[in-house]
């Protein structure tokens, strides 16, 4: 069983930045991020694999920026330009082996972290 920690999330004015992180207690493969907004479901944002290759929700591209470091096991995500509808809890996942199944799904991941609340206020 991998455990994972999200930290880095807190309360930022629109236009700054943040950058999340999350640590693994074990190796993963796939592993992405997922946000919750109230009462909205649960949303990719991104994911990457082991090897580098990354994909991003249509929402993510150009502001967000995921990547890991397999030696820390730990995977971040840099967020640009934050906007007010970023405001959410960021969710870390990971996948315990390779997946076919397609990285948006929440159902190619294996283990969830607990969540990091980020707050963008206008």
């Known amino acids: 069983q991998v455990q994972l920690v999200e930290s880095g999330g807190g309360l930022v004015q629109a236009g700054g930045s943040l950058r999340l992180s999350c640590a693994a207690s074990?190796?993963?493969?796939?592993m992405g991020w997922f946000r919750q907004a109230p009462g909205k479901e649960r949303e990719f944002v991104a994911a990457?694999?082991?090897?580098?290759?990354?994909y991003y929700a249509d929402s993510a591209k150009g502001r967000f920026t995921i990547s890991r470091d397999n030696a820390k096991n730990t995977l971040y995500l840099q967020i640009n330009s934050l906007k007010p509808e970023d405001t959410a809890v960021y969710y870390c996942?990971?996948?315990?082996?390779?997946?076919?199944?397609?990285?948006?799904?929440?159902?190619?991941?294996?283990?969830w972290g607990q969540g990091t609340q980020v707050t963008v206020s206008s």
């Open positions: 074990g190796r993963t493969f796939t």
């Open positions: 996942a990971a996948a315990r082996s390779a997946t076919t199944t397609a990285w948006p799904s929440k159902t190619a991941y294996d283990y």
């Open positions: 990457i694999s082991r090897g580098g290759g990354t």
